[in-house]
DNA sequence: CGAAAAATTGATCGACATCAATCTGTGTGG
DNA sequence: CCACACAGATTGATGTCGATCAATTTTTCG
């Protein structure tokens, strides 16, 4: 069974809905969630949004698909961050040094909308509005955020189910039923373990009825958030 | 032996000093990094600056001593999400959400600069520098943080001690020997372990002449960031 | 000084890592 | 279309690192 790529979503719940109404990027209108104007960038399973230490002239919104957020080591073996589903703003560190921290990847064919910093720059010095709507923006965005790797296993993969699940019910996509986007490898490496004990946990959560699974597309049955 | 609270720092190397310079807080000839104004506030040992859910009102800037960012799950049992040191900067999450998202605990004695929200949103949208600052401010708070609990328990300590060790370097102060400023329990949770495996790590440290160790008291020999 | 908290150390256990083999699905070239 | 190759996923056997249980020592502080 082929999964399609997650999303798309509308503007409407994006994270940077705000922002790109100002700048006149949507229509005021907004007839049902379709963005009007905006730069769109595509991009195919494994290429790269951007990489760590390039110069920065872009905030992204992702519209469809995930990507992965990835640390690369000195010895070159990468650690997944973060996982990015529509409706996130990737590139926010961008105002502060212009230079991207992150290689950002896709995990399924993307499509995002590109908002050049130069226009934003531009415009809220003299938008007062727009200064407090990407301050709103990179505000909710400097919470820590707990890590989903730790605690058990169990809790590990579940917590990844649920955050998951979540995202998509905010973004008004389905949050019951999904596609993980991601290798049980990246899983695995996200989640600080190994690709046999994330199978295994994966194939516990099924047999306890938790879950349903068939290669990356899950459905959440009794499984729910710890809320 | 007793320790020093750390700190505290000049005002020049602290992440909240453009944003201070521009509401007028700080003396413009700023004569040897001391502050002129703001309100200053004074935490004991164990009290807490503020509370997840709490109205937010203000931002603060750390001047002396440690705090630790819980979060305090559903039944009480709290999570170490970060740990604070001179020169950070507390509670941007406020400009989204108007609530604090965490709580934040003094591990020592603590001097903070407390900044009014009131006086920002004031001032920013009369002060085209100040949005930009505080955009600047928070943009990189925003970059995703790669977190200390992964890896083998080695790493984490080790990780742990070169983190508290570069951000001291970084705010001038001394980055070879500090005071960790929590207990063992303290770091087994951010960690994500236990306080007995902590023990037996740190004593293997100092075994192996890695580092100096003196209850809270810390000296690195060998051990050095791996970039 | 004495009580309580923090830290260390030892013995044992269990969850997850590691090693290894097999299975499943997907795309490819003959 | 089928055989094959390859990546992803699953499953089993065994090893090990860190958790757990327990006792003692050290430090802190009233």
Redesign the pocket.
Known sequence: ??THPTGPIACRSCDLHEVCRLCGMIALGESRGLQRTGALKTLRAGTRLYRAGEPAHSLFAVRQGMLKTVDVGTDGEERIVAVNTPGDVLGTEAFGKRIYSHDVVALQPVVCCELPLSLLSDQYSRVRELAAALINLLSRASAPRTSLAR??????VAGLLVDLAQRFEQRGLDGRSFS?G???????NLL????????????KL?REKEIE????QVTLLSLKPAT
């Not at 605690?151 to 590990?156: A, E, K, P």
């Not at 991601?182 to 695995?188: D, G, K, N, S, V």
């Open positions: 069974m082929t605690g058990s296993i169990r809790d590990r993980l991601m290798t049980r490898q990246e899983i695995a600080d373990t190994r690709i046999e004990t994330v199978s295994r946990m994966i194939q099924h699974i068939a290669g990356q």
